[in-house]
T-cell receptor
Framework: NAGVTQTPKFQVLKTGQSMTLQCAQD?????MYWYRQDPGMGLRLIYY???????DKGEVPNGYNVSRLNKREFSLRLESAAPSQTSVYFC?????????????FGPGTRLTVL | DAKTTQPTSMDCAEGRAANLPCNHS???????VYWYRQIHSQGPQYIIH???NNETNEMASLIITEDRKSSTLILPHATLRDTAVYYC????????????????FGTGTRLQVTL
């Protein structure tokens, strides 16, 4: 049981390049999330998917798109990377237990945009 | 979601209990108290959560006051590997098939465990 996995671990892009961050979970969770964490700051929600086939914007969605490919996989795409998108990106998934949901996080993708 | 207040930093000697306080005086009746931690450069790790009653699992204990306005996370025998930033989060429960609820991470408490 690997939990939440993310690829790649590190990535360097030039301004204007595009890339997709991959996330997969093997816990059969319905909900999945993408967060970003800037240095010295808390996590901010980019997009989330409450269930397979649905996606919704979080608090900082501009410059990103997502795809909930199936129940296991939730990808985050940067169409035209900007230096302001330099950050650590975390994917999470959640389960319902005891009347509330608990989120489990992946190890993160460290992205630098030059 | 209710706002939380935590000390910026705390120290604890290895082998001793670490008691991390959290104030959430505006908590509503349907809001849970969650604790996560983030070890340097890693993804946040779920520790424990509770609504009204005290909770214990293999990692920690959560003590919630009777008025629910504050709570304490207890790591019974802290080790060097427990050095991390600990986040207390108060949030409304999400229900099956309903809207996924984001976690709002504040600045947390930086716990330093020393020899």
């Amino acid at each position: 049981n690997a939990g939440v996995t993310q690829t790649p671990k590190f990535q360097v892009l030039k301004t204007g390049q595009s890339m997709t961050l991959q996330c997969a979970q093997d816990m059969n969770h319905n909900s999945m999330y993408w967060y970003r964490q800037d240095p010295g700051m808390g996590l901010r929600l980019i997009y989330y998917s409450a269930s397979e086939g649905t996606t919704d914007k979080g608090e900082v969605p501009n410059g990103y798109n997502v795809s909930r490919l199936n129940k296991r996989e939730f990808s985050l795409r940067l169409e035209s990377a900007a230096p302001s998108q330099t950050s650590v990106y975390f994917c999470a998934s959640s389960e319902i237990a005891g009347g509330t949901d608990t989120q489990y996080f992946g190890p993160g993708t460290r992205l630098t945009v030059l | 979601d209710a706002k939380t207040t935590q000390p910026t930093s705390m120290d604890c000697a290895e082998g001793r209990a670490a008691n991390l306080p959290c104030n959430h005086s505006t908590i509503s009746g349907n809001e849970y108290v969650y604790w996560y931690r983030q070890i340097h450069s890693q993804g946040p790790q779920y520790i424990i959560h509770g609504l009204k009653n005290n909770e214990t699992n293999e990692m920690a204990s959560l003590i919630i006051t009777e008025d629910r306005k504050s709570s304490t996370l207890i790591l019974p025998h802290a080790t060097l590997r427990d050095t991390a930033v600990y986040y207390c989060i108060v949030r409304v429960a999400s229900f099956w098939g309903g809207t996924a609820s984001k976690l709002t991470f504040g600045t947390g408490t930086r716990l330093q465990v020393t020899l």
